[in-house]
C-alpha cells in the first residue's frame, strides 16, 4: 500500500484567499521578531530566510532549540491558548514572515482543508524531530550532534531537494544548538573542512557525504 502524501500548503493560494487577514514583514539577519515573554497573539510562517528559537534561563544562559526554514510554522502556541512566547525568535538570514491573527488562523485550518493537513503533518514532524533532538543530546557525541545540525539546516531528508547552502551563523551559535564548546565546534568544522564534508569560501555548503559522521557507530 502506498504512503499517501500530504499535500504542500501553497502560500501565494494562502495569500489570495478572501479575506483572510495577515501581515508579511521583512526581517533582517540577527533582527529579533519576538522575544521571551511577549504576548503570544498570533501565528507566524516563514515564507523565505531562517530564524532561530531561543530560550533564555533565568541564570542567563542561552540555548537554541530550533533553526527555521521556509516552510516551517513557529508562535503557533497561542493555538492551545498559550499566553506568553516561551522563546526568541531572530532571523539568522534576511527573511520574510507572514503573520496571522490567531482568531484568523483558527478559523483557517476549520474551514481550509489542505492547510490543517499541511499544518498538522508539520506538528507531527516536528514532534518527531524533538524527540529525535533528545535521543540525539542523550547518547550521540558532540561531533555526531554536529554534522546532525548541519544536515539539519541543510534540509536534508525534506520532501524539497536539499539546499546544501545553509545560512552562515557564528559557531557560538552552533555550539549552543548542540550542547558543546565553541572550541570543540571550531574543531569539528575544520575537521569537516579537511575530509570535505563541508566547504566554507565566504558560504556554508553541506555535500551529503556529511552523512556518513552520522551513520557511522
Same mark, same amino acid.
Given at each position: 500500500?502506498?504512503?499517501?502524501?500530504?499535500?504542500?500548503?501553497?502560500?501565494? *493560494?494562502?495569500?489570495?484567499?478572501?479575506?483572510?487577514?495577515?501581515?508579511?514583514?521583512? &526581517?533582517?539577519?540577527?533582527?529579533?521578531? +519576538?522575544? !521571551?515573554?511577549?504576548?503570544?497573539?498570533?501565528?507566524?510562517?516563514? !515564507? =523565505?530566510?531562517?530564524?532561530?528559537?531561543?530560550?533564555?534561563?533565568?541564570?542567563? =544562559?542561552?540555548?537554541?532549540? /530550533?533553526?527555521?526554514?521556509?516552510?516551517?510554522?513557529?508562535?503557533?502556541?497561542?493555538?492551545?491558548?498559550?499566553?506568553?512566547?516561551?522563546?526568541?525568535?531572530? *532571523?539568522?538570514?534576511?527573511? /520574510?514572515?507572514?503573520?496571522?491573527? =490567531?482568531?484568523?488562523? #483558527?478559523?483557517?485550518?476549520?474551514?481550509?482543508?489542505?492547510?490543517?493537513?499541511?499544518?498538522?503533518?508539520?506538528?507531527?514532524?516536528?514532534?518527531?524531530?524533538?524527540?529525535?533532538?533528545?535521543?540525539?543530546?542523550?547518547?550521540?557525541?558532540?561531533?555526531?550532534?554536529?554534522?546532525?545540525?548541519?544536515?539539519?539546516?541543510?534540509? &536534508?531528508?525534506?520532501?524539497? /531537494?536539499?539546499?546544501?547552502?545553509?545560512?552562515?551563523?557564528?559557531?557560538? $551559535?552552533?555550539?549552543?544548538?548542540?550542547?558543546? $564548546?565553541?572550541?570543540?565546534?571550531?574543531? +569539528?568544522?575544520?575537521?569537516? =573542512?579537511?575530509?570535505?564534508?563541508?566547504?566554507?569560501?565566504?558560504? #556554508?555548503?553541506?555535500? /551529503?557525504?556529511?552523512?556518513?559522521?552520522? #551513520?557511522?557507530?
Amino acid at each position: 500500500m502506498g504512503v499517501k502524501t500530504v499535500p504542500s500548503f501553497n502560500v501565494q *493560494a494562502f495569500l489570495d484567499s478572501a479575506g483572510v487577514a495577515r501581515t508579511i514583514v521583512e &526581517y533582517q539577519r540577527a533582527e529579533v521578531i +519576538f522575544s !521571551q515573554g511577549d504576548a503570544c497573539e498570533n501565528v507566524m510562517y516563514l !515564507q =523565505k530566510g531562517g530564524v532561530k528559537l531561543s530560550v533564555l534561563s533565568k541564570l542567563g =544562559k542561552e540555548a537554541v532549540v /530550533a533553526i527555521l526554514g521556509p516552510g516551517d510554522f513557529f508562535g503557533e502556541g497561542c493555538l492551545a491558548g498559550q499566553p506568553v512566547r516561551i522563546a526568541t525568535a531572530t *532571523a539568522i538570514t534576511p527573511s /520574510a514572515v507572514l503573520v496571522v491573527e =490567531k482568531d484568523t488562523m #483558527l478559523r483557517l485550518l476549520h474551514r481550509q482543508h489542505a492547510l490543517s493537513d499541511r499544518f498538522i503533518s508539520y506538528m507531527l514532524t516536528r514532534n518527531i524531530r524533538i524527540e529525535a533532538d533528545l535521543i540525539d543530546q542523550l547518547f550521540n557525541s558532540s561531533e555526531k550532534r554536529l554534522a546532525r545540525a548541519l544536515l539539519l539546516l541543510a534540509r &536534508y531528508g525534506q520532501q524539497d /531537494a536539499p539546499q546544501r547552502v545553509v545560512p552562515k551563523m557564528s559557531q557560538k $551559535t552552533l555550539a549552543e544548538m548542540v550542547g558543546t $564548546t565553541r572550541s570543540r565546534v571550531n574543531f +569539528f568544522m575544520n575537521k569537516f =573542512k579537511r575530509l570535505g564534508f563541508i566547504e566554507d569560501n565566504g558560504e #556554508l555548503k553541506i555535500n /551529503a557525504s556529511l552523512l556518513s559522521v552520522v #551513520l557511522h557507530e
